[in-house]
Antibody
Framework: QVQLQESGPGLVKPSQTLSLTCTVS??????????WSWIRQPAGKGLEWIGR???????NYNPSLKSRVTISVDTSKNQFSLKLSSVTAADTAVYYCAGYSSGWYCEYWGQGTLVTVSS | SYVLTQPPSVSVAPGKTARITCGGN??????VHWYQQKPGQAPVLVIY???DRPSGIPERFSGSNSGNTATLTISRVEAGDEADYYCQVWDSSSDLVVFGGGTKLTVL
């Protein structure tokens, strides 16, 4: 069974870059037709899709975040990563990594990691 | 960009049927997926491709999609069904994943 685990700093200062990594276990990140995604959820609010990457390296991002987001993949480590630059308090949220099937439903979710933006 | 609209809250008595709607322009032409999220937990897929259930999801959960509205139906509601529910589609025109705002299901 495929499992995802987020890792990275839980506290980031304003204007700095938020960096998170998702490690995929129980299967190869390169096998199958999966789109590896990041999703976030501010406290008490709904889910916001940040973007996705295919193992070919093809990416697409939420237009509201596109200028600040980079998602990359390291197939040798079975990981994919998120970088969000110039963060503010509005970026404080639980960040989930996720695996979408080719049918665009999310089969796999990480447990989520809380990132707080504060000085 | 494509917008999905859900009611903020739905309340239902135990044993009754809950219906949670998800509105979108011609949503019937898209595949709709539904997630259940309990406090402090990651979302869980409960319906995919409008009406298919993943293994382990009770038959009490069903879905439909037509016109401008998709519906998640939970029959014989139990206290354990109390959660937030999100609909989601992939908008092919923009190649973006879109979530509805979520509906809090309260079991009275």
């Amino acid at each position: 069974q495929v499992q995802l685990q987020e890792s990275g700093p839980g506290l980031v200062k304003p204007s700095q870059t938020l960096s998170l990594t998702c490690t995929v276990s129980g299967g190869s990140i390169s096998s199958g037709s999966y789109y590896w995604s990041w999703i976030r959820q501010p406290a008490g609010k709904g889910l916001e899709w940040i973007g996705r990457i295919y193992t070919s390296g093809s990416t697409n991002y939420n237009p509201s975040l596109k200028s600040r987001v980079t998602i990359s993949v390291d197939t040798s480590k079975n990981q994919f990563s998120l970088k969000l630059s110039s963060v503010t308090a509005a970026d404080t949220a639980v960040y989930y990594c996720a695996g979408y099937s080719s049918g665009w439903y999310c089969e796999y979710w990480g447990q989520g990691t809380l990132v707080t933006v504060s000085s | 960009s494509y917008v999905l609209t859900q009611p903020p809250s739905v309340s239902v008595a135990p044993g009754k049927t809950a219906r949670i709607t998800c509105g979108g322009n011609n949503i019937g032409s898209k595949s709709v997926h539904w997630y259940q999220q309990k406090p402090g937990q990651a979302p869980v897929l409960v319906i995919y491709y409008d009406s298919d259930r993943p293994s382990g999801i009770p038959e009490r959960f069903s879905g439909s999609n037509s016109g401008n509205t998709a519906t998640l139906t939970i029959s014989r509601v139990e206290a354990g069904d109390e959660a937030d529910y999100y609909c989601q589609v992939w908008d092919s025109s923009s190649d973006l994943v879109v979530f509805g705002g979520g509906t809090k299901l309260t079991v009275l």
